[in-house]
């Protein structure tokens, strides 16, 4: 058996810096001309893209149990720990196992009310032609959702320290993963230096909650936080109560972030779509009209987002790297290979979808899979999304009180590109105009 087949035949620097330029665009050409899997050629060790549903399949879920995440996961974990995103093995089955059950939909409900009220009161501040720079607008709007579903706190100060190391840790992250020299981190530098000042704050702000609560008798609050207290003890779990708000915060932020930014992005560009949209939330004015437990009154809007998420999945690739050698399709795959199964590949792959890249929400009335792992917005195999539900709730309850009160006008062009690393994130601002609706 052969290895994959090496694109394209430049120099590995040159590829790299290809690469590096626009990595959607190398992989589209490297997918067209050798399909999959085929090796990408760079100078920064053994990547092979995945573009094929099967062989998605079987390294995400059908023999999962011979791979790890990626190397770039060494840099996720100095600020998330061991937190479920980052741990493996045992460790990352317990937990998994653990807090499973907190993101069952009847769970969940308990923090609607919360998410509902954070959209509407932001809604309210909104008025008729303001300009909306959606994608810094829904990561302040995500965030504080996040950290009122997570560790809730009447505490000010304790929020909005919160939301700063939260932006700050992913910035850290993507910088380190982007920068092939790092220097250790003992070393004093300027961003270093706020890095352990902003761990050390997060500690003292987390305990600071734990305490907040436990003087609480009886405390009623229902959020992550409370959860983990009651599976976990305080002082001994300490770390690990941290790792686990931290690793949601990150984990839930930016997706649900960049979920709301694109969808809200190509419903201002699709008129006709809105103006459904809005023909099915109109009448829907309190969270008791929704009846999320079932959407059988919110179907549009379901696949409104399902679509938005197969154009532009937030979390656009999944790296694992081969414990042992493997076999994919005809090829061999060493170990050490770090294959990346490219969600945005699937979802735009022409065997499997009709007219990829056409925002068309109706595929998703009637669509019928040809294959289960084509469409992964929230990963595959074991190590699916555990925040999915929340996730939907979230971005179906924010839509649902945009669109009901504001038009949505295009400020941005409607194609934007891309500035991806860890999620998909756009290369420029993007923005849209509002118009009141009644
Ligand atoms: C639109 C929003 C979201 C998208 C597109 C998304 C996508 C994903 C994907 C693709 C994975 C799999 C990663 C892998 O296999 O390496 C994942 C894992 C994860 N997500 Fe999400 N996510 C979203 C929202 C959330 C939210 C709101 C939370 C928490 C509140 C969350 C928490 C997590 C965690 C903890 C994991 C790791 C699960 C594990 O390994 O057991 N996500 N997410």
């Known amino acids: 058996m052969k290895p994959p087949k090496a694109f394209p035949e430049n120099t590995k620097f040159q590829n790299l810096k290809k690469f590096q330029a626009s990595p959607i665009l190398y992989m589209k050409e490297a997918a067209a001309k050798y399909g999959s899997p085929v090796d990408l050629n760079l100078p920064i060790g053994k990547f092979a893209l995945i573009s094929d549903p099967d062989q998605a399949q079987h390294v995400l879920a059908n023999n999962h149990g011979n791979y790890t995440k990626s190397n770039g996961y060494k840099q996720v974990a100095l600020v998330l720990g061991n937190g479920l995103l980052t741990a493996e093995g045992d460790e990352w089955h317990q937990n998994r196992k653990m807090l499973q059950s907190s993101f069952h939909k009847t769970e969940l409900r308990k923090l609607l009310p919360a998410v509902w009220q954070t959209g509407a009161q932001y809604i309210s501040g909104l008025s008729s032609h303001d300009d909306l720079r959606l994608d810094t607008e829904m990561n302040g709007l995500t965030l504080t959702i996040l950290l009122n579903s997570l560790i809730h706190s009447s505490d000010e100060e304790i929020l909005t320290k919160m939301s700063d190391h939260v932006n700050f840790g992913q910035e850290f992250i993507v910088n380190r993963i982007r920068n092939p020299f790092k220097w250790p981190l003992w070393i004093p530098t300027q961003n270093h230096r706020r890095y352990h000042a902003m761990m050390a704050d997060s500690n003292e702000l987390i305990q600071r909650t734990i305490d907040e609560r436990s003087a609480i008798y009886g405390s009623d609050i229902e959020d992550l936080l409370a959860v983990l207290l009651s599976k976990l003890d305080a002082e001994k779990d300490f770390i690990q109560i941290r790792d686990e708000i931290l690793t949601f915060l990150v984990a839930g932020h930016e997706t649900s972030s960049l979920g709301m930014t694109w969808t809200l992005h190509l419903l201002a560009h699709h008129p006709e779509i809105q103006d459904r949209l809005y023909e099915e939330v109109a009448e829907l004015v309190t969270l008791e009209d929704l009846d999320l437990m079932n959407f059988s009154n919110l179907k549009y809007t379901g696949q409104v987002i ?133």
Not at 311 to 337: F, T
Not at 342 to 351: F, P
């Open 306 to 438: 399902k679509e938005s998420m197969r154009m532009y999945p937030p979390i656009w690739n999944i790296v694992r790297k081969a414990k042992a050698n493997d076999q994919l399709g005809a090829c061999e795959i060493e170990a050490g290979y770090q294959l990346m199964n490219s969600i945005y590949e699937l979802h735009h792959h022409a065997d499997y979808w009709d007219d990829p890249d056409t925002f068309n929400p109706d595929r998703f009335e009637t669509y019928d899979f040809k294959h289960k792992f084509q469409y992964l917005p929230f990963g595959g195999g074991p190590r699916f999304c555990i925040g999915n539900n929340f996730a939907i709730y979230e971005m179906t309850l924010l839509l649902v009180q945009f669109v009901r009160s504001f038009q949505l006008e295009p400020l941005s062009p409607k194609s934007i590109g891309f500035n991806p690393l860890l999620t998909l994130r756009p290369d420029q601002s993007v923005s849209v105009r509002l118009k009141c609706r009644k």
